[in-house]
């Protein structure tokens, strides 16, 4: 009784929170976890008419079907970790380093406005990034294009039609669309860091340089931690929307992942068991990352997510 005394007592004390906190909870009930009951399809031969309680029971059978008898199964895994790999690589260090270059400034007002310019490809639709991309990377009428042909003297280039260019485009597209977007988090740890610290860092006679690598990374190293581990637990989700907006037959070989087969398979096929299943196995991949990487994280660190 006292332990739930303690409870409604924090609980009222901290109410506006608590009901700021209410939709984003709500959401992820709603639309997260409560789906998850139809995971149950992935084992059966799923029938609209029979529903899921009805349906024949199959167990493993479409995961042996997409491992053993898919001909493109082990394609669609390595373009889906490659391109997650090359994301990750190139894609997560960035924001720190811009974040570090923001902190760096000396005038504010020039600050805000290279962070409000770095934050609008992130407002942009993935249709109209995935637009300015064909039209800037068009070999024919594209900026990219003449600028190689103008300037280089170079021929011009199907940046979208060669499948060796398509990673290359993604993930270049992915950088410019989130990075300053992901900047927001590190700023705020660079906030909370106390600026008595630099006040003595420079008595004691460190560079900026030194102030940057001894006090600022430093200081995001929680966050970085934090965020690293969510971003495994999306290692196998590259940007679907994105992807289906710019894979074609001629770059097919590089640009088809498990997202856009789980889409042919279950929306265009309607074969909704064999897609969950694929989609079930792409899931617990990123589940197994997650819980591996906090474990590594928790060990060797006092940051971790539980």
Do not use: C
Request: without cysteine.
């Amino acid at each position: 009784m006292a332990r739930g005394s303690r409870l409604l007592a924090a609980l009222s004390k901290h109410r506006a929170l608590y009901l700021l906190m209410l939709p984003g909870v709500l959401y992820y009930i709603i639309f997260k976890y409560v789906p998850m009951y139809g995971i149950i399809i992935a084992f059966q031969d799923f029938s609209i008419g029979r529903g899921i309680l009805g349906s024949k029971w199959v167990g493993f059978k479409h995961f042996v079907d997409f491992f053993y008898y898919t001909p493109d199964a082990w394609k669609l895994i390595r373009n889906t970790i490659l391109l997650n790999v090359y994301d990750l690589i190139f894609h997560f260090p960035l924001p720190i380093l811009l974040a570090v270059l923001f902190h760096e400034l000396r005038s504010a007002r020039f600050r805000r406005f290279i962070q409000s310019i770095s934050y609008m490809p992130h407002f942009l639709s993935t249709v109209v990034i995935a637009g300015i991309l064909v039209t800037f990377l068009s070999p024919t009428t594209g900026i990219v294009n003449a600028l190689l042909v103008q300037l280089l003297g170079l021929e011009p280039i199907a940046f979208l039609g060669m499948p060796e260019w398509f990673r290359t485009v993604y993930v270049g597209s992915e950088i410019w669309q989130k990075l300053g977007w992901g900047t927001i988090l590190y700023m705020a740890a660079i906030a909370g860091i106390d600026p008595a610290l630099y006040e003595a860092a420079r008595i004691d006679g460190a560079s900026r340089f030194q102030q940057i690598r001894h006090i600022t990374l430093r200081g995001m190293v929680p966050i970085m931690i934090v965020l690293f581990v969510l971003t495994l637990g999306n290692f196998m989700d590259a940007s679907f929307q994105k992807i289906l907006l710019l894979y074609n037959s001629m770059n097919y070989e590089t640009s088809d992942v498990i997202n856009t087969f789980v889409y042919r398979r279950g929306i265009l096929d309607a074969d909704f068991s064999f897609a969950t299943a694929v989609g079930l196995f792409q899931s617990a991949i990123g589940f197994v990352l997650v819980v591996a990487a906090n474990r590594f994280v928790r060990k060797h660190s006092d940051t971790s997510l539980w």
